[in-house]
């Protein structure tokens, strides 16, 4: 998967100015010109590193003149205290863009980590992680990007990718046949329809009507277990709502196609990183 720079460069740019605005009044003010420093990054727990060429790229646009040597690449597991890039060169440079690095690439870390973590639980079952809309406004792509790193897989980007009938969807329209019916009317050839069912008599109805996915909504696993063998590989399962660490192993084993988690993007825990300035130590 490959970001496009310009969207990267937005990304940052727009951090910069809200961190920095005019001025760093610290930084500018101490700081003389043409003053070096060495510093360099080391991990504070263990998991899955993401980010790493987005959080170069914030020094070379906040002021460069520094090298950024990366000592992991995106999608490299990492143990606490493992060194993960060395930077060197212009000391206002690297305060600068200390804290718009970190905040990109701790929270990127997270949801890679995160995703890694619930792959690695669901490992030996045919179900595969995938994220949701429930992302930051404005960093959807790279929260997707992130996904992706840590093994996951991306649900729709947007609205225009997919038709999918949520609950309010199938209750305003009044009802899953119906709705279906007057979109396969509309849509064009290449769009597929999921439709979200909170019964299996509703399960019962989208098959009828030739659903391509149907999403188990806050199901038991006992319920995703009979949707299962109901479907009989007629459409993919998609197992949604109230899956955790503690239960996923146990939603996979139902036989679901997929498992969808808003929490990969919306609640994920940064990975906790620090920059440290000074020579890289032996031992830490």
Do not use: W
């Not at 619930?118 to 992680?129: F, H, P, Q, S």
């Not at 992706?148 to 309010?168: P, Q």
């Not at 509703?202 to 038991?220: F, H, K, P, R, T």
């Amino acid at each position: 998967m490959q970001l496009l720079q310009s969207y990267i460069d937005g990304i940052i740019n727009n951090a910069l100015e809200e961190d920095i605005h005019y001025v760093d009044v610290t930084t500018d003010y101490l700081i003389p010109d043409g003053h070096t420093s060495q510093a360099y990054y080391v991990a504070k727990d263990s998991g899955v590193i993401c980010g790493m060429a987005i959080a170069a790229r914030v020094f070379e646009l906040v002021g460069g003149g520094v090298t950024f040597t990366a000592k992991v690449k995106d999608g490299g597991r990492v143990q606490k205290g493992d060194i993960l890039a060395v930077m060197e060169g212009d000391t206002q440079t690297l305060l600068k863009g200390e804290r718009t690095a970190l905040n990109i690439l701790q929270h990127l870390s997270g949801i890679a980590t995160a995703t890694r973590r619930c792959v690695d639980l669901v490992e030996g079952t045919n179900a595969k992680i995938t994220d949701t809309r429930k992302t930051l406004p404005g960093l959807r792509r790279l929260q997707k990007y992130a996904v992706t790193v840590g093994g996951g897989y991306n649900h729709r980007y947007n609205l225009s990718e997919g038709a999918m009938l949520k609950d309010n969807h199938i209750d305003a329209y009044g009802g899953i046949t119906a709705a279906v019916t007057a979109l396969r009317k509309r849509i064009g050839h290449m769009t597929k329809i999921e439709v979200e069912v909170r019964t299996l008599a509703e399960l019962e109805e989208a098959l009828a009507v030739g659903c391509e996915i149907i999403m188990l909504d806050n199901m038991s696993c006992e319920t995703m277990t009979e949707a299962v063998k109901i479907t009989a590989g007629r459409a993919l399962l998609e197992a949604s709502g109230n899956v955790t660490a503690a239960n996923i192993a146990d939603v996979a084993k139902t036989g679901v196609d997929i498992i969808s988690l808003g929490a990969l993007t919306h609640s994920v825990m940064c990975f906790d990183i620090s920059m440290k300035f000074g020579p890289v130590p032996t031992a830490l």
